[in-house]
């Protein structure tokens, strides 16, 4: 009976889905529509690289002037494009069928739409192993997925959906190591990752680092006589295996950059050469003015423009091109949700602390995930200080997995909290993780069929 229950839970977890992504993926404009701007970011731009590879067979270098931005000189393409290399490669076979240029939209979103169900999967894999409650577990996985931010990137040509699926991969990879050990399993998933991560987006590269740091630290074992013993022989063995798989996965790219963009690997030189040579004054390199270039600190930032609070509400969800917001109480009722995750998991460190000694490799861990939280918070203001602001949460998505994690175990062990040797009653419990579910599914209901649907028809399919 609960193997049964659990198949329908998890079918109606990835329906509900499918039915919330699919509704935007086939609905949103893709060109710039004011004054509503119901297109997803940066849409149009990142379409010409699959529309380059669907017409001509082939991926661009990046410098060609018909993938070119035109205001900011430009091009996606010099950035890692692999999501938009499958996109485009799709729409070269669905155009054998048909010259639909909706229909060859479609192709390219409903990839995405693919990379958010599979990142759906493994989220489910990755509760499996970290929650034991399976309420908590379902709490865990719907919080992931039915964010409304990340169900709004899997809906749009862009690479952050296959970045997601990535870190996914990756977080899997490394509970499994810390629960099992290592094995060619755990080495495949991790190498599968760190692939994706690297041929997606760099604002996630902070996961690659983690996987080498507990990879490489996996191998330091405490001897039962006292002091520390390094298997270096298993670490080789696996460490070359890894390496391996993911040369043979990335290689290719960033040999055809060196070679292409004239040693430039990471084609972030010749972005900033082409921006200087062809984008308008106002965003170009040597012209634009940025809160560095203009004497202000990070703090004054904060407070010219509501930096942090524009992060945490376009994080939480704000559709087309930061446009369409849910009502002030979806904010609030998440505020309510990560103030009591933060709160159980304060309290659980200190109450866990006091009864048990806590491990080397356990604290590397915790200490690794929270690495992968904070990391993207720092690029993302670093970039908005010194490069050109943008607080758009869309940016701390990579954080996504670990800090729902964390936030679900800090509920869960809020609910386990005993005064005076008594525990919350069982009902209470399940009570709050209702509200909780609540808040989860029907901010991601209200986000897209009360707020965003409005938008998509009345501004239709715009495609130019």
């Known amino acids: 009976m609960q193997k049964k229950s659990e198949k329908i839970i998890l079918t109606l977890y990835l329906l509900g889905f499918l039915a919330l992504a699919l509704t935007i993926a086939l609905l949103q404009p893709l060109a710039n529509t004011p004054p509503l701007f119901g297109n997803p970011p940066d849409e149009h731009a990142r379409y ?34 692999f999501p938009y290399i499958v996109q485009g490669y799709v729409m070269r076979f669905v155009s054998l069928f048909t010259e ?7 192709t390219a979103r409903l990839v995405n739409v693919t990379f958010g169900l599979l990142m759906a999967v493994v989220v489910y894999f990755i509760g499996k192993r970290v929650f034991q409650d399976d309420r908590f577990r379902w709490l865990f996985c719907f919080a992931v997925t039915y964010l409304p931010e990340g169900l709004f990137m899997h809906t749009y ?11 996914a991969m990756m977080v899997y990879a490394l509970v499994c190591v810390y629960r099992d050990g290592i094995n060619v399993r755990n080495s495949l998933w991790m190498s599968g990752g760190i692939i994706l991560c690297a041929l997606s987006y760099y604002n996630a590269y902070g996961y690659i680092v983690s996987c080498i740091l507990l990879f490489v630290m996996f ?8 002091g520390y013993s390094y298997d270096w022989k298993k670490m080789l063995k696996y460490g070359c295996f890894i390496a391996a798989v993911v040369l043979i996965g990335i290689g290719w790219w960033f040999i055809r950059s060196y070679i292409v963009l004239d040693g430039d690997l990471l084609g972030l030189a010749t972005r900033e050469k082409m921006a200087i040579q062809y984008a308008v004054e106002s965003v170009n390199p040597l012209t634009m003015q940025t809160y560095h270039s203009m004497g202000y600190t990070v703090f004054e930032m904060f407070r010219e423009r509501y930096t942090l609070s524009g992060l945490f509400h376009s994080f939480v969800g704000a559709f087309g091109s930061m446009s369409i917001y ?24 200190i109450r866990y602390k006091k009864r048990r000694k806590i491990s080397g490799r356990e604290w ?18 670093y970039y908005a200080y010194t490069t050109d602001y943008q607080n758009q949460g869309r940016y701390l998505l990579p954080a996504l997995i670990p800090l729902m994690y ?3 175990k800090g509920i869960q062990k809020l609910s386990e909290i005993s005064f005076r040797g008594r525990t919350f009653p069982r009902w209470l419990v399940n009570a709050g993780i209702a509200v909780c579910f609540l808040i989860i599914i029907g901010g991601a209901i209200e986000m897209v069929y009360v707020r965003a649907l409005p938008v998509y028809l009345e501004t239709g399919l715009v495609l130019e």
């Not at 699959?50 to 035109?70: D, H």
């Not at 191998?219 to 006292?226: D, N, V």
């Not at 992968?372 to 720092?378: H, L, R, S, Y």
Request: with cysteine; net charge neutral; charged share 10%.
């Open 48 to 81: 010409l690289i699959p529309q380059f590879i669907c017409r001509y067979g082939r991926i661009p270098t990046g410098l060609e002037e018909e993938v070119r931005i035109p205001a900011y000189g430009f091009s996606y393409a010099l950035y890692n494009v």
């Open 100 to 106: 639909s240029e909706i229909a060859l939209l479609y």
């Open 157 to 167: 040509v862009n690479t952050d959906s296959c970045c997601m699926l990535s870190t």
């Open 219 to 226: 191998f330091l074992q405490k001897k039962e006589s006292g």
């Open 326 to 349: 849910g009502s002030i109480w979806l904010y609030r009722a998440y505020k309510v949700f990560f103030a009591a995750g933060i709160v159980g998991a304060l309290l659980y460190l």
């Open 364 to 381: 590397f861990f915790h200490i690794n995930m929270l690495y992968c939280i904070f990391m993207p918070v720092f690029l993302t203001i």
């Open 406 to 408: 964390y936030m679900t």
